[in-house]
C-alpha cells in the first residue's frame, strides 16, 4: 500500500543489472564520455565571439610612404589577417563575394596628398555583413584599427595629424545585408542545420533497423547487393529534403524577407550535393551502429560540431586553424558557404565551385566508406 | 562415431566438407560435411545451440566458413555466394519479414528484390497457393505464428528456388499447421525441390528422407532415416506403475541400462545390450510390482542417448581447454 515502501536489496539487484548493461554496450558509454570532453574543446576553445584574425583584403587605389607603412601595420593586426592585396575595384569585389574576404579596406586615390593638407579624406571599409557577428566585430574595431595602423605614420614631421578626432573619416559599407539583420544570415543557415539533422537521424537507423527487427537476416540472404540497399534506402529522403527546402525557401521569401539574388543553378548543385552528402553520412552511422539509440547519439555526435564549427552560429575564421579543419570536414561548413553566397551576394556556378567541390569529395568518401562497412555476411 | 548412410545415387545438390566457423573461441560448427541429394528432404536435427543455425547460414551465404570447401546447387559455397543466394530460399528461425507491410507488399518486395518478370502474377499465385488470398492487406506484424509462417515460406518459394534452407520453421507452430507445413514441403519436394530443415520435432524428423545429428558442432549421425533405429540398435521398454520417479532412480542403477526418460504416463528404459537391459527391467520391475513391456526405441530416445553420450565427452573436453586458456 505505501507508495515508499522499498526494498533496498531489489533496488541493488536492478542497480547492479543496470551497471552491467551500461557496461556492456560500450558504444553509448564512450559518447557519454566523449560528449562533455568535446563540448569543453568546442566551447572552451574553439569558439571565439570576439573574433580576431577575420580574413581582409585591402585594395590600393594608390602607393605612398604611408599607405605602405599602413599596410605594414594592418598585417601586423591580430584583428584582421590580410590575405590579399587587390589592385582593382574588381579584384576587391570578387574577393569579398567569393568569401576568401569578409572585408575589403579601400584606400581611395589621393588618401595621402588630402590628409597631409587636413582635408578629412574618407577611408572605406567594406565589411561581408552576411555574418553580422563577424562582421560586428571589426566594424567597431575599425577606427582604433586604423589608429594603431596610422600611428607609426603620424611622428615626427606628422605629428600635428595624431591629434584626436583623428584626421581621416571611415566609412563603412555593410555589403548584402545592409542593416545587419540576423536573419538574413540566420535564415539561410537554418536550412543547412535542418537539412543534416533530420537527412542524418532519419538514415542512420536505415541499417540498425534492419538489424534490430532481424530482417537484415533476410535481406542478406537473398542477392541484393550493398550499393543497391544504400541507393535504395537513402533516395526515398531526397524527397523529405526537396520539401524542407522548399518550407524554408518560402519562409525567407515571404516571412522574412530575404532576397535570392544569386543562380538557381549553382543553388540546386550545393542543395543536391549537400542533400546526399548528409544521407551519406547517416548511413555511414548505421554501418556503425548496432541498435537504434547507438544510431541516435551518433547523430548527435555529429550535430554538435555542424552547429558549433561550421560558420553557422558562430564566426569561421575566428576559430583556431585545427577547430576550422575539422569544419572544413563537415558538409555543413561548406554549405552554408554555398548558400549565403548564392542567395545574399548574387554568385553563379563559377563562384560558388570553390566550395562545390569539397561537399562532392566528402560525398564520395562518405559513400565508399559506408560501402566498404557494409557487411554481406552476418559475421 | 559418425555414420554415413546417405544416399550415393543422384545428384548431389549440397555437397559440403570440413565446414567450420569459430566465434573466438566456441567452435561452433567442426568439420561438418553434409551430402544432400536432389528432390531430399534432409532434417537436420541436434539439441539447441548444436550449430544447425550457423550450418544452414554458412551453406546459404550468410557466413563465412573459417574453413572447409563444397558445392551447393555446383556453385562454390565460398566464392560464388550470390548464385547460390539466388537460387536458395532460406527461412529463417525468426520471422524476418517486414512487419509493417502487409502479406502482398512483403510478397511483392521480395519478388523485386529477386528481378522477378512478372511478379504481380507470380504474388498471385504464391498468393493462391498458400490461401492467403483474402488476407492479403493485412500487416504482417499482426499476423499470428501459423500465419507467418506460411507468409515467410510462401516468400521464400516466390523465386521457386532449387534448394530450400528451413530453419526450425514450424517452431511456435500448432499442429494442424504444421501438418499442413509439411504436405507442402512434400509436395515441393515431389516437383524436385531439395530441403533441408532442421527441427526439434520427432514426429517431423522421421517424415525425413534422411537425417543429420548434430550436437556440439559436431555430427554424429548422417543416415537414411529408416535405417537408423537398426544402426544405433537401441532397445527400450516401456515400464508402468505408481511410483516411477523412484523406479527412474533404481533402473539408472542397474547395469545394462543406459537411458532412463519419461514419456507420458510412462517411462522408458533404454540400452544397448538386449539381454542385459531386459534383465535389469524384469528385475526392478519385479521388485517394485511395476509393469513392464518391450517397445520398440523412438526416434527420441535414440537422440536423447546420442547426446547423452557427448555430453560428458564435451563437458571434460571443454574443462581441458578452459584448463590450458588459463595457463
Redesign the interface.
Known amino acids: 500500500m505505501n507508495l515508499f515502501e522499498l526494498s533496498w536489496r531489489r533496488v541493488k539487484a536492478i542497480f547492479l543489472k543496470e551497471l552491467v548493461q551500461m557496461r556492456r554496450d560500450r558504444l553509448t558509454f564512450a559518447i557519454m564520455v566523449m560528449m562533455p570532453v568535446m563540448q569543453l574543446v568546442l566551447f572552451g576553445y574553439a569558439i571565439n565571439t570576439d573574433p580576431r584574425h577575420l580574413p581582409a583584403a585591402v585594395e590600393l587605389r594608390e602607393d605612398g610612404p604611408m599607405t605602405r607603412s599602413f599596410l605594414a601595420s594592418l598585417k601586423a593586426s591580430s584583428y584582421v589577417d590580410i590575405v590579399a592585396v587587390a589592385r582593382n575595384e574588381e579584384e576587391g569585389e570578387r574577393l569579398l563575394r567569393s568569401g576568401k574576404a569578409s572585408f575589403l579596406i579601400v584606400v581611395p586615390e589621393g588618401f595621402e596628398r588630402r590628409l597631409v593638407r587636413q582635408e578629412r579624406p574618407q577611408l572605406l571599409l567594406a565589411a561581408d555583413a552576411s555574418d553580422p557577428v563577424a562582421a560586428g566585430g571589426v566594424v567597431s574595431a575599425v577606427s582604433e584599427i586604423a589608429r594603431r595602423a596610422f600611428a607609426p605614420d603620424f611622428e615626427g614631421p606628422l605629428s600635428y595629424l595624431s591629434a584626436s578626432p583623428a584626421p581621416y573619416d571611415i566609412v563603412v559599407h555593410r555589403r548584402y545585408n545592409p542593416t545587419g539583420e540576423t536573419a538574413v544570415n540566420i535564415v539561410p543557415g537554418l536550412l543547412g542545420v535542418i537539412l543534416t539533422m533530420t537527412m542524418v537521424m532519419i538514415t542512420s537507423i536505415a541499417l540498425t533497423r534492419e538489424i534490430e527487427r532481424g530482417t537484415m537476416e533476410m535481406l542478406l540472404s537473398t542477392p541484393v547487393r550493398p550499393i543497391e540497399v544504400m541507393i535504395g534506402k537513402t533516395t526515398p529522403y531526397v524527397l523529405v529534403g526537396a520539401v524542407q527546402t522548399i518550407i524554408v525557401l518560402c519562409a525567407a521569401a515571404f516571412l522574412f524577407r530575404i532576397p535570392f539574388t544569386g543562380s538557381w543553378l549553382a543553388f540546386l548543385a550545393g542543395i543536391s550535393a549537400f542533400i546526399a552528402a548528409n544521407l551519406m553520412l547517416g548511413y555511414l552511422i548505421s554501418t556503425v551502429a548496432r541498435t537504434q539509440m547507438q544510431a541516435m547519439q551518433l547523430t548527435f555526435f555529429v550535430f554538435l560540431p555542424s552547429i558549433l564549427l561550421s560558420g553557422f552560429m558562430f564566426p569561421f575564421r575566428a576559430m583556431p586553424a585545427w577547430a576550422q579543419a575539422l569544419g572544413e570536414a563537415l558538409p555543413i561548413t561548406h554549405f552554408l558557404r554555398v548558400i549565403r553566397e548564392v542567395m545574399l551576394k548574387e554568385a553563379g556556378l563559377a563562384d560558388v565551385w570553390g566550395d562545390l567541390w569539397p561537399l562532392l569529395i566528402i560525398l564520395v568518401a562518405l559513400a565508399s566508406l559506408a560501402l566498404a562497412r557494409f557487411r554481406r555476411t552476418l559475421d | 562415431m559418425t555414420l554415413n548412410g546417405g544416399s550415393k545415387n543422384g545428384e548431389l545438390v549440397i555437397d559440403v566438407r570440413g565446414l567450420t566457423k569459430r566465434f573466438g573461441d566456441l567452435v561452433a560448427v567442426d568439420d561438418l560435411e553434409l551430402k544432400v541429394p536432389r528432390g531430399a528432404i534432409y532434417g537436420f536435427l541436434g539439441p539447441n545451440g548444436s550449430g544447425k543455425t550457423t550450418s544452414i547460414?554458412m551453406v546459404?551465404?550468410?557466413?563465412?566458413p573459417d574453413a572447409g570447401e563444397g558445392r551447393v546447387l555446383g556453385y562454390d559455397v565460398l566464392s560464388q555466394?550470390?548464385e547460390i543466394?539466388?537460387r536458395?530460399g532460406?527461412m529463417?528461425q525468426?520471422?524476418?519479414?517486414?512487419?509493417d507491410l502487409s502479406i502482398r507488399e512483403n510478397l511483392e518486395f521480395?519478388a523485386r528484390?529477386?528481378e522477378l518478370g512478372d511478379a504481380d502474377g507470380r504474388v498471385d499465385r504464391a498468393l493462391e497457393n498458400l490461401g492467403l488470398v483474402e488476407r492479403q492487406t493485412q500487416i504482417s506484424g499482426k499476423l499470428s505464428g501459423g500465419w507467418k509462417q506460411r507468409l515467410a515460406l510462401a516468400?521464400c518459394m516466390i523465386h521457386e528456388p532449387d534448394l530450400l534452407l528451413l530453419d526450425e520453421p514450424t517452431a511456435g507452430v500448432d499442429p494442424k499447421a504444421r501438418r499442413d507445413f509439411w504436405d507442402r514441403i512434400r509436395r515441393f519436394a515431389a516437383e524436385g525441390v531439395t530441403t533441408l530443415v532442421s527441427t526439434h520435432y520427432m514426429d517431423e524428423a522421421v517424415q525425413c528422407d534422411s537425417i543429420a545429428y548434430i550436437a556440439y558442432g559436431k555430427k554424429l549421425l548422417d543416415a537414411r532415416t529408416a535405417d537408423i533405429p537398426a544402426m544405433i540398435g537401441l532397445h527400450a521398454w516401456s515400464i508402468e506403475g505408481p511410483d516411477l520417479a523412484r523406479a527412474a532412480d533404481l533402473l539408472e542403477q542397474e547395469p545394462g541400462v543406459e537411458l532412463v526418460a519419461r514419456f507420458g504416463t510412462a517411462i522408458h528404459a533404454c540400452g544397448k545390450d538386449r539381454a542385459a537391459l531386459a534383465a535389469a527391467v524384469q528385475r526392478v520391475s519385479a521388485r517394485e510390482s511395476l509393469h513392464a513391456e518391450e517397445v520398440e526405441a523412438g526416434f527420441e530416445e535414440i537422440f536423447i542417448q546420442l547426446t547423452a553420450g557427448r555430453e560428458n565427452e564435451q563437458f571434460t573436453a571443454g574443462q581441458a581447454t578452459a584448463g590450458k586458456a588459463r595457463a
Request: glycine share 4%; charged share 25%; proline share 0%.
Open positions: 547460414r546459404c551465404g550468410l557466413l563465412k555466394s550470390s543466394k539466388e536458395v532460406y529463417t525468426k520471422f524476418s519479414l517486414y512487419e521480395i528484390i529477386y516468400c
